[in-house]
């Protein structure tokens, strides 16, 4: 009996309607490997142009920065025309070699989609969710699934081009007695062949373009999806670029452009580009031209490279007194050579005498062997707000590369901004001669009332993923009762890069205002408010805003100050040496017992507040605990 083929219907829908930015398709089990191969379209069904800059992808409740092309290989621009598409990509790179793509491709980053469970994804930017879409796991390895008619089906993937349906056509068996069946097929006859091209057969240590040549010459006019892959290798068949494989629609003739860049060369070198149809999509009827070799030289640079690397600090900018305080940033401008060395990163820090670090560790990484790089790299001081660490003449460190070198700088004072109380007020009632400074709040002559926020802010450094927290005191001086909205956030321009605990909803989210906090406050009494805040997945390292706002009466009254995004490291750990290693006997050298850390670093870790009505909590003996956990824990922030 003939084997029955499976054919492909193809039925072409718009994308779902109702919303001005949709999601349209998801690919969520690719072929093979699901990890760096998953994408999602989006489609623009406004009349409007938008722009994406800023706006995340949310799985899972995760949000996921959208990196603005040419970043991570993206492509196009972060605009959206009407009725155009765009593809957010798990990773763009890996997306444009699993696919023949010119429009738009944002590079993001999400873990595996499930294939087995129902997943939520939506789109929003920094205050609209446009739209969002629980995934139904309905299609099979390899299909995607997609918006028909406003409701999701299994799709043949078609990112950037309308929908299409797929359907599977079975065979229809006619039984007319035991021994005799009839069938019948639907069949698409096709003679796929393929060809290499490229504009030279000799070319310099550069990227190499070629096109892979897909031509049906038994061609009818109907649109099938045509796979194949490609790879090339040295003239002993050693593979110098992984094979790849493509899928791409067919109809009579298509031409699939790719790059190779070779690697470095000493000399010439011969290669061959190789290409091979791997499943025509159609009913082949001749397999002699599914396969294509091109022959390619590459002239290799004779220049005698030197292979050890080099690191040389040319200068420290710390400002015109050519000293740096304690809490302040400055920059390093250093010269680097990579040589013939795997290694890639590059640390700098600063020390005293006895190998003390007095700075946080900028990490950076120098990718490209045989080449040279001048860099402005920012150090973020210390802040010293206790005054523990000492002035004098300390050395900057830069060091990676199997190699060094260093420089020395003054060190000295601590920075009034990072290390301060600040007390800010929201109005003064009574006449303008009122001097607040003087005023008693119980003189019966003048009515001088002021709200105060004391706030200690410490300039630490937290880490990526990790929770920290933020703590406001509020002196209500006015003679009433006054009600108080409290949150934190941290940011950079416009844009946030932190999430806030919202203790209503239960859980993170990404508003500004996500951990705000109502408090009601009497006349002439204090409270201190803890806000939950973690930084965004996928926020760069480095110095950013941090700002806590107090609104009372209308107004707003911000404390803002700088937050330096560092590399994880463990918490936990260092909350345990602090009970272990700062404890002699059951009390610490300040007097502080090994009970009272145990109870405000789990306070800490849980996010509770202590009660008020507790003696046993006052604001002095917190405060000594802080200043104890400070000394070993880089991620709690006291404003």
């Known amino acids: 009996m003939r084997v029955a083929l499976i054919a492909i219907f193809l039925l072409f829908l718009t994308p779902s309607l109702g919303y001005s930015i949709s999601i349209n398709e998801i690919l969520y089990n690719p072929n093979g490997t699901d990890t ?54 798990q990773d763009a790179l890996v997306f444009l070699t699993d696919y023949v793509y010119n429009g738009t491709v944002i590079d993001s980053s999400w873990p595996d989609l499930s294939n087995s469970a129902n997943e939520t994804i939506w789109i929003r930017n920094s205050t609209v ?34 929908n299409i349906q797929y359907v599977e056509a079975l065979n229809s068996t006619n039984t007319t007695n035991s021994s005799v069946s009839n069938s019948t097929s639907t069949e698409l006859l096709c003679d796929i062949g393929i060809d290499i091209t490229t504009n030279s057969t000799v070319f310099g240590q550069e990227t190499i373009s070629f096109d892979l040549v897909v031509n049906d010459t038994n061609c009818n006019g109907t649109l099938h999806n045509t796979t194949l892959k490609y790879l090339v290798e040295d003239l002993f068949g050693s593979v ?137 790299i920012p150090i973020q001081m210390k802040t010293n707000c206790d005054g523990s660490l000492a002035d004098g003449n300390f050395t900057v460190v830069a060091e990676g590369l199997d190699t060094n070198s260093t420089k020395t700088i003054n060190v000295r004072g601590i920075s009034s901004a990072t290390c301060k109380t600040t007390t800010v007020s929201s109005g003064i009632s009574g006449g303008s001669s009122c001097s607040c400074p003087s005023c008693s709040l119980n003189s019966t002559s003048k009515s001088c009332n002021i709200t105060a926020y004391d706030v200690n802010i410490y300039n630490q450094s937290v880490e990526l993923d990790e929770e920290f927290i933020v703590m406001v005191k509020i002196t209500n001086t006015f003679q009433t009762t006054k009600n108080f909205t409290v949150y934190s956030y941290a940011f950079k321009g416009s844009e946030p890069v932190t999430l806030g605990f919202n203790n209503d909803a239960g859980k993170w989210m990404a508003a500004y205002d996500s951990n705000a906090q109502d408090v009601e406050l009497p006349a002439h009494s204090s409270t201190i408010i803890y806000l939950k805040n973690k930084i965004e997945n996928g926020t760069d390292s480095g110095v950013y805003s941090l700002r806590a706002r107090i609104r009372v009466d209308g107004k707003n009254n911000d404390i803002t100050n700088q937050i330096s995004v560092v590399r994880k490291n463990n918490s936990r ?15 610490t050298k300040e007097g502080i017992s090994a009970s009272d850390i145990n109870k405000i670093t789990g306070l800490y870790l849980e996010n509770k507040t202590p009660q008020k009505n507790t003696a046993y909590w006052n604001e002095t003996h917190i405060a000594k605990i802080i200043v104890e956990m400070l000394k070993v824990l880089p991620d709690i922030h006291v404003l």
């Open 240 to 376: 110098v670029k992984q094979e790849v494989n493509t899928t791409s629609e067919l109809t009579c003739l298509k031409t699939i452009s790719r790059q190779w860049t070779p690697g470095d060369v000493d000399g010439s070198e011969a290669y061959y580009i190789r290409t091979s149809i791997t499943n025509a999509g159609c009913n082949d009827t001749s397999n002699s031209n599914n396969n294509a070799t091109k022959l390619v030289v590459v002239k290799g640079s004779h220049t005698t490279h030197e292979n050890n690397s080099s690191i040389g600090i040319t200068s420290v900018s710390v400002g015109s007194d050519n000293e740096i305080k304690y809490g302040e940033q400055g920059d390093v401008n250093i010269n680097v050579y990579r040589g013939n060395t795997s290694k890639t990163s590059i640390d700098i820090f600063v020390k005293d005498n006895g190998g003390n670090k007095l700075s946080e560790t900028t990490n950076f990484n120098v990718k490209t062997k045989f080449s040279s790089f001048n860099f402005s």
């Open 573 to 587: 750990a260092s909350i345990d040496n602090l009970q272990k290693s700062n404890t002699t006997g059951n009390k």
């Open 129 to 162: 969710v446009f739209h969002n879409i629980t995934s139904v796991p309905i299609s099979a390895e390899g299909r995607s699934v997609c918006f028909l008619n406003n409701t999701l089906a299994e799709c043949t993937p078609t990112p950037g081009y309308a």
């Open 36 to 89: 760096g191969h998953e994408w999602v379209e989006i489609y623009n069904n406004d009349s409007d142009t938008y722009n994406l800059t800023g706006w995340k992808l949310n799985t899972n409740n995760v949000d996921h920065t959208l990196n603005v092309p040419p970043i991570n290989g993206g492509s196009g621009t972060m605009t959206i025309e009407p009725g155009n598409y765009v593809i957010i990509a």
